[in-house]
């Protein structure tokens, strides 16, 4: 009996080691040194197919996605389908940031990384963390996300800059992106990622301006921050609400 004991005690013991190293969780942050931007897709037929958000609040969401590549200064890589037909161009306001930037127009390609300029490109920029969003979710984006994985890149799918036709797709295609280890991560995320430290550049100098233009909730607190501290007055009744 006090055999079993020992041997029951040692089994528990190797049980729970095996469990404490395999639930071990490494963070990966985004590394603005090893990182690149692509933009797939945004092209101004595909915009209508984008039917799981506002298209006022989804174009922004396009526009701002294009953007993180001049803030960070990060590598950008631009890609079309079928661009002469029905799908038609990339927004002017994206082709105006990156006018020296690889622009590379598939003619068949679904899957982007089927392209052979379009895989040059990427390893071109040699970087391992790529971020990433296209219209829509569900194709240009899932596929060649999980293409990127399976070449053993680290992949962020930034949620609110790619659209597809409805949010059950948007939810389906999500999940079997980050089922595949793709991070779906939002806007915000992405920026504060890549930034890290208000103190660094860029930093607070140069990012409140761009929230301000890109993430305009958080620009309207440092709106009302500085109004308050330029001309603002304390006001009957608000006296303690600080303590």
């Known amino acids: 009996m006090k055999l079993l004991c020992i041997l029951a005690g040692v089994a528990a013991a190797v049980a729970t080691q095996g469990v404490s190293t395999t639930n071990k969780f490494q963070f990966e942050r985004l590394d603005r040194n090893n ?11 595909l915009f209508n197919l984008a039917r799981d958000f506002d298209p006022t609040l989804y174009r922004e969401q396009l526009i701002a996605h294009a953007a993180l590549g001049k803030v960070f200064d990060i590598p950008v890589v ?43 490109a990427i390893k071109a920029a040699n970087k391992s963390q ?32 790619s659209g597809t ?8 295609s999500n999940d079997r992106m980050a089922n595949a280890g793709v991070n779906i991560v939002s806007l915000f995320s992405i920026a504060c990622d890549l930034m890290r430290d208000w103190r660094n550049t860029p930093g607070a100098k140069e990012m409140i301006p761009w929230l301000d233009r890109y993430f305009p909730v958080w620009g309207y ?3 009302g921050h500085i109004a308050a501290v330029q001309n603002g007055s304390v006001v009957p009744g608000e006296q303690g609400l600080l303590g």
């Open 221 to 223: 607190v440092a709106r």
């Open 35 to 45: 990182s690149m931007l692509l933009v797939v897709d945004h092209q101004v037929g």
């Open 165 to 172: 036709t409805s949010d059950l797709v948007r939810e389906i």
């Open 130 to 161: 790529i971020i990433m969003a296209g219209i829509t979710t569900d194709v240009c984006t899932t596929f060649l996300a999980l293409s990127l994985r399976q070449e053993g890149y680290s992949v962020w799918a930034n949620a609110e800059a």
């Open 78 to 120: 631009l890609t079309t389908s079928a661009q002469t037909g029905p799908n038609g161009p990339l927004p002017k306001e994206i082709l105006e940031m990156y006018p020296s930037a690889p622009l590379i127009q598939r003619q068949g390609e679904v899957n982007a990384w089927d392209n052979e300029d379009f895989r040059k």
